[in-house]
Nanobody, 126 residues
Framework: QVQLVESGGGLAQAGDSLKLSCVVSGRTFSSYGMGWFRQAPGKEREFVAGISGSGGRTSYTDNVKGRFTISRDNAKNTVYLQMNSLKPEDTAVYFC???????????????????WGQGTQVTVSS
């Protein structure tokens, strides 16, 4: 059973930074494409960023490009989301997700992901 546990959420002011972490159980972490999604109240869960198993390739949704950075440490079974220049519209529950398909990463469609964390709340005030 693969488990994902997010941490690092909290309260921030506009312009602040936060770094989210997601620890993944299991011995095949480096084979998973990893993604971060978010869901604001009353909205659909949306793709934020994705990273390949090796960490060499990344992708982002347009409204976080240049502000957010996804990375991973395969030795620690952990994926990160560094969020800079936060805006109130970044307020959401953030989820990490694992895509077990071979050599795939950055797919924005939720159904492509096999495992999900429980989410961590990020609230940004103006």
């Amino acid at each position: 059973q693969v488990q994902l546990v997010e941490s690092g959420g909290g309260l921030a002011q506009a312009g602040d930074s936060l770094k989210l972490s997601c620890v993944v159980s299991g011995r095949t972490f480096s084979s998973y494409g990893m993604g971060w999604f978010r869901q604001a109240p009353g909205k659909e869960r949306e793709f934020v960023a994705g990273i390949s198993g090796s960490g060499g390739r990344t992708s982002y949704t347009d409204n976080v490009k240049g502000r957010f950075t996804i990375s991973r440490d395969n030795a620690k079974n952990t994926v990160y989301l560094q969020m800079n220049s936060l805006k109130p519209e970044d307020t959401a529950v953030y989820f990490c997700a694992a895509d077990a398909a071979y050599n795939r990463y950055g797919d924005p469609r939720r159904y492509r992901y096999d495992y999900w964390g429980q989410g961590t709340q990020v609230t940004v005030s103006s």
